[in-house]
Structure formats: C-alpha cells, structure tokens
C-alpha cells in the first residue's frame, strides 16, 4: 500500500479531486522543465491552489495528520533531542515532545523518507516513538529558522574584511563558490532582517559609523553600528543590485532587487537619500507570503467580520480605508480582494507601484513616463469589462472624480484615503472637491485602522491598572481587576510583543448616514447617527483588545488617540 501511495503524483491527485484543471497541470510541468522547483511549490506560486489544500490532500491521501506551523509553539526539549544540521537536511522539525510516554512529534514535507526516519530513531534509542505530521513545504524552512534561531556569520564577514582570513562558514551559508565578503555581507544582513520579520532596513551614515535598522512590528530597532569604512562598500553593492546609477550621489534614486529565500522570491523596494555624511539608504521588504494574510487570520471579531461581509455584499460603489502611512491598509485591501478573488469576476487595480503581484488580477503600476496617472489609469480600466477596480490612493480631484464615475457605472471600487478617522473621510472628499450629494449613496462604507504588537504570550505579565488607565478603560473599569503588560523574554527577542494585529473602526452606509452626509450634517451628528446604529470608534476598539489580553493599553494609546477618553 505504501509503495501505491509514493507512487501518486500530486498534480494527477489534485486533478481528481477537482481542485486543479488539467490546463493548469499541463502549464505547471512545462514550468517544472525549466527550473528544479518542486511541483506542489509552482502550484502555490502560480495561484492554482493554496499551500493548506495541497498539505491536506496529502495528508489524507497517506492517512497522516497535517499540522499548521503557525499555531505551533517552540518546544525546547523536542529541539534539544534532533541536532540543527540533521532537521535541515532531512527537511524535519520536532515540534512537541512527550517524557511521560516517550513520543516525539515530528513535522515533516517528507513522509516517506524512511531512511531519515530510521537513522532519526537510531540517533533517539529504541524507548523514544516517532510520530509524523505533515506540514507545508513553504512553512517549513522558515519555522526550522525561527524554532531554532538563525546565526548569520555578519560577525565573521566582519572579521575576514578586516584581517583578510576567510569566513568559511558563511561561504558554506552561501554556495560553493567564493564571492566577495562585501557581497556575502550585504546578503546576510538582508537574509538576516527577512528572517527577523523587518518590514523595512535602514543604513544610516553618521559622521564616524554606519548605523543598521530594523523595522519590526512597527518599531526601529537598531541591530548593528560599523564603521564608516564599510559605508562605500555597502552602498555601492545596494545600488548595483537595484540597478542604480552608482556615481550618482547627490540626487535621490530608487530601485528594486529580489532575494530567494527558503525556495520563496522576496522583494525590496530601495530609496537612497543624500544626507551631509553621505546617503541614507531605506529598504522596503515586499515578502508577498508573509503579508497578505486572509481576514480569518486577523483576529478580528465577529461583529467587525459581519459588517465587512455586508459592506462587500453590495455590488457597486466606493469602499474607503483610512489610516496613516504602515498602518496596514494596502494589506487590508488586499484581504479584502482576496475576500472576492475568483474565476467569475475581473479584478483591475491601478496601484502606485504594484507591491505583491497576486494571480487572477490585472495589476498596473501608474507611471509618469507613459502618462499613466490614476485618472488616465481608471478612464483606461474602465474599458476593460472590470467588475472590481482598486485604485492605491485618491489623492486629487480628478482621480476621485473618475473613481465615483466607475462607482456610479456599477462597479465596486477599493481605495485608500489619508485621514486619521472613518468620519474624517467625509470632508478630506469635499476638500478634495467632490460634493456631498455625489457622496450620499455612493460610498460602501469605510474603514479606518491602526496596527498595535500583540503581547508575547510566552511572558506578558497581569498587573493592578493605575488611576489613570481606569480613566481610559471608562465604563468597563469596575469590572477590571487586571490588565497585561510585556515584560520580555528569549521568545520575543526581549521586547514583550510578537506580531502586530489591526484595530478597526467600521462605518457601514446607510440611508439615514446618506441622507446626513448629503446635508453636510456637522461631524457631531454624523457621530450620533453612526454610534446609534453601532459604530465603535479606534479607542473603543483599542481598549478592548488590551481588556481581552491581546495587547497593552500603553501600547494602544502609542498608536491610538486616547486623550478624549480622559475628558469624558
């Protein structure tokens, strides 16, 4: 039976069972030929199907159980019985260990990797048990890395530039052949804050050192400081990649490069800016599998999941989201397309430039050189037969105008607006130059947000809340004995959170709300109205994640306005 089942080949599997057209095999084993990608990883890749449907259908075609790595905790005495170097090269993680019965889970991509599982039995004694469980290829790699820590060779880069000695290590990390240390350096860094889940990296010249940041859940953090002298060779590598003009350095560029990292392509968007000790270089991290995230992994509640499901129920019109810039919105938008993503509707998006190229949707980039602005952007769109069109941002009079035009023709139309609430929006519109009775009946809805970290729960403490923050808790603070606070530990790099969630206040239209914008009702009784049909304000949002545990109040109050809550 188990030789029947080896013999099975994925893509025939999904084929049967209906999940893949054999179109759409025939496209991904003519893929195959020209590169040593594995068929389920092209799948995931083309956008045939999802990573979780592939791991499923196998687990039940072998009789295995699958397992998420996301909803899977470190285990310590798991990882201290299997060595690093053997987990890699047989493409297994031990994930949880029991000493009462002697069993050790192990997550694999390889079930019938017999000889693997022998020699890891052999390693264990005849007393341990082996229980397998299949997990996704793409998650794999990088839980191996989280799970048991990442050391980088930086320091040894380091150290072979300045004595001239050889870092054979990080050669061994980057291939066989020997490259310059000044490239390997600039790879580990980037692999290094890709790793660290950065969402941008900073190179920072001083007047006698360089200073490296990272951007982790919303925060800078500085990782390295080096001396000036690596500056110049830093910058010039950064810009060859990107494709820079590298004796250019007194007016600002930008550029792109990629980087595969565990089998998956990662972008980054690069922005160089002269500054008097030289140029300021800022990376953007585009890792498309890490941050377009489905809503049912937002940790949203049911009442904010019910008032999207209606706003994306109507089939014509505009659907806003607000908000700063990195609070989330073109990963909430993308969420939200996904939402209706399928073979029976064409998505059209006009975006400035396009982040995450996705499957099933035309994406455009506007572009100064062909006179592709949003305006021209959309009139051309509109020619297209779209039923969806998302357009980045409505930043003039014009671009709004062509977006109520395409929501007044029957399409659903997603964008982005900067204000700093969902009411805001109302007269950010008519300053823009779009009258009020042009809004009424055309607006979905709209969404503001914010982006707070999520304490680590491996060490957030309870504590007595003060005067002041029962001030903030307002009506819920009778009730409250305790809230939490981060305290740090190895698990979230002694920093007390791990992870960012969103916060969301959701204005859904309706006739009455209509009726008031198309008056130029005051904002105090556009309030009134929307309270009256239960709208919850980022404060009112915020402070009940930090009463429910998920993140601290000082936390909220850093991203959230809070102070109107004290004069109530």
Known sequence: MSEQRKKLRLGELLVQQGLITKDQLAIVLAEQRNSNVPIGRLLVRLGFVTETAIRDIMARTVGQESIDLAQVLADPEA?????EEFARRNHLL?????????????????IFNVVALDQLRAMLGPQVELKTQLAAEAQLGDYIDQFYGHELSVDGILTEIETGEIDYDSL????????????????????????????????????????????????????????KTYMPGITVRLKVVSEMNIAETRAPQDGRMSLTLNGRPVDFRVSTQPTIYGENIVLRVLDREKSIVNLDRMNLSKETMNKLDVMLARPEGILVVTGPTGSGKTTTLYSLLAQVNDETVNIMTLEDPVEYP?????????????????????????RQDPDIILVGEVRDKETAEMAFRAAMTG???????????????????????????????????????????ILCSHCKEAYAPSQEERLLLGAAADSVSFLYRPVGCKSCGNKGYRGRTPIMELLVMDGDIDELVARRATAKELRAEAVSKGFRSLAEEGVTRALDGITSIAEVARTVDLTGRLRQ
């Open 411 to 453: 399409h659903q139309v997603f964008t982005t607006l900067h204000t700093n609430s969902a009411l805001g929006a109302f007269p950010r519109l008519l300053d823009i130059g779009i009258q009020p009775d042009i809004m009424a009946g055309n607006i979905i809805g709209i969404i503001a947000q914010r982006l707070v970290r």
């Open 79 to 83: 990882l201290s019985l299997v060595p």
């Open 172 to 227: 061994q990390a980057g291939g066989d052949e020997y490259t310059q240390p000044m490239v390997r350096l600039v790879n580990a860094i980037l692999v290094d804050a890709v790793k660290r889940g950065a969402s941008d990296i900073h190179f920072e010249p001083e007047y006698a050192f360089l200073r490296i940041r990272y951007r982790i859940d919303g925060v800078l953090e500085t990782v390295r400081s080096l001396h």
């Open 358 to 382: 996705l499957t099933l949707m035309r994406q455009t980039s506007v572009n100064d050189v062909a006179r592709m602005d949003f305006a021209n952007g959309i009139r051309s769109i509109m």
């Open 94 to 110: 031990p994930i949880a260990y029991d000493p009462t019965d002697h069993v050790l889970t192990i997550a694999t991509t390889e």
